[in-house]
């Protein structure tokens, strides 16, 4: 840096065309604000605009996992320091107002403040791919189980000749039952109207059970060769360790201790003590998916694993109860699944350390 140049700190107010770019210096002092097109071009004249009044020592950006994401990755490529802030509370919107750029202001003053510290996921490795692939089948897995409901729903109002029928079927003989149904009449006719309609729906069934199996086909390889250590832990699927990644991201570096995992997964204890009762309670905050796939690899171990199960036996005995079970094992699981995460960024013996 030259000696008359100064030190600043962007911030960016993140949208769908435009990005609302704002720069202050090391003192806090508004510089310059304008507004920049979402192209890589736009991009680029928004990071001379930030540079051109002196030495560039972070940005603070909003949204790096949605609107953000492509500025996010522009920016990090270049070399510049992302922080990413959370939007302003509504007290300080109340005090201070909205507009873009304000909101700018506001996300460089938070890193200027220390506010705001926390690291954005890189989103350029394998693990974005996991999360890309995740989106399409998670949204089948939601769309066929909506499906199986509104068979099950729509049979219990069909008339009866239609009902009687496909009585106490298993989900698996329903739907091919139903797919390889060929009705015939007027449409107009209800019975007949249900049994197309059923058709229909069951068809629909077995198209998303491809899309979900062509999904966990990609998804399969990709999860064990981005971490072969956690996919091979007692209880961890391709599905709840894609999950896990998804949530740390491709630089799991930025999680500094096991209890900052712990936090992100909504999984570190939260006091709920008063008077003479001494206990915590489950986290309601984090990532809630990520808290998900522990529940889902708890419940797996209690069934499955004996030294989960012995455990649940000493707790349940001690008059520990269940929800207050699963949250111990909850966190007992963070902790196993921290020392696995892939940390490319680490030497052998940093790892060794870490396990």
């Keep these: 840096m030259a000696a008359d140049e100064i030190a600043v700190i962007g911030g960016i107010d993140t949208h769908t065309d435009l990005h609302q770019a704002a720069v202050i210096d090391t003192v806090g002092r508004h510089l310059a604000t304008a507004a920049f097109p979402t192209t890589p071009d736009g991009y680029r004249k928004l990071l001379d605009r930030l540079r051109s009044h ?70 350029n490795g394998i693990v974005e791919a996991i999360r890309t692939l995740r989106v399409a089948r998670s949204s089948a897995v939601k769309a066929r189980t909506q499906t199986i409901n509104q068979i ?76 072969p250590r956690l996919i091979a832990l007692p209880g961890v699927g391709p599905e709840t360790a894609g999950q896990l990644l998804t949530t740390v991201g491709d630089n799991p ?37 990520a808290n998900r796939a522990l529940h889902t690899i708890v419940l797996v171990r ?11 036996a000493r707790r349940t005995a001690q008059g520990m109860a269940k929800k207050d079970i699963i949250r111990c094992l909850k966190r007992f699981v963070v902790r196993e699944i921290y020392r696995h995460l ?4 680490l030497t052998t013996e940093q790892l060794t350390q870490a396990a």
Excluded: W
């Design 54 to 123: 002196g030495e560039l020592l972070a940005v603070g950006l909003e949204g790096t996992g949605a609107y953000g994401a492509g500025i996010a990755r522009f920016l990090t490529a270049d070399g510049i320091t992302i922080v990413e802030v959370d939007r302003p509370d509504r007290k300080a919107r109340r005090d201070n107002g909205k507009s873009d750029p304000v909101d700018a202001y506001a996300a460089a003053t938070a890193v200027l403040s220390g506010r705001a510290s926390g690291t954005p996921k890189t989103r």
């Design 152 to 227: 099950r729903n729509l049979i219990v109002t069909a008339p009866a000749a239609v009902r009687e029928k496909l009585r106490g079927l298993a989900t698996g003989e329903l739907i091919d039952t139903l797919a390889r149904s060929r009705p015939a009449g007027d449409i107009a006719d209800p019975e007949h109207a249900a049994r197309v309609t059923l058709r229909r729906l069951a068809r629909r069934h077995q198209r998303l059970c491809e899309e979900i199996t062509e999904a966990d086909a990609d998804l399969g390889p990709l999860v064990t060769q981005a971490a």
């Design 253 to 289: 570096e930025r999680l500094r201790s096991e209890a900052s995992f712990a936090h992100l997964c909504a999984a570190a204890p939260v006091p709920a003590s008063s008077g003479r009762t001494h206990r915590h309670r489950l986290n309601r905050g984090g990532d809630r998916q």
């Design 302 to 312: 209690m069934r499955y694993d004996q030294r989960t199960r012995e455990y649940v």
């Design 342 to 345: 892939p940390r490319p960024d």
